[in-house]
């Protein structure tokens, strides 16, 4: 798995490509510097695997790089972050 993170704004979306073509991704609304999270996804058949988590991740470094902060609402995202000390700055939940 390539586990680099590529943020595709005209798609609203983050996403981590996956063996076999396959894509997860993050969907967000933007208001200014700010992202509202709105849905993670990874393919059925690779879940399980600790891509969501990765994906997750990978996706608040390239925020937090890019100088946003964010909201978590899909439950999944939440559930990652759930009392991160290191994620707290940039991500309200």
């Not at 997750?56 to 009392?83: D, M, R, S, W």
Request: hydrophobic fraction near 35%; include cysteine; charge should be positive.
């Amino acid at each position: 798995m390539n586990e680099k993170i590529k943020h595709k704004p005209e798609k609203k979306r983050f996403e981590l490509e996956l063996e076999n073509g396959l894509t997860a991704f993050i969907l967000y609304k933007r208001k200014n510097d700010h992202l509202d999270l709105i849905h993670s996804e990874v393919p059925e058949s690779l879940r399980g695997h600790g891509i969501g988590e990765t994906l997750v991740l990978k996706t608040l470094e390239q925020i937090e790089k890019e100088g946003l902060t964010a909201t978590a609402y899909c439950p999944y995202i939440k559930a990652v972050v759930l009392g991160s000390e290191k994620w707290k700055n940039i991500i309200n939940h």
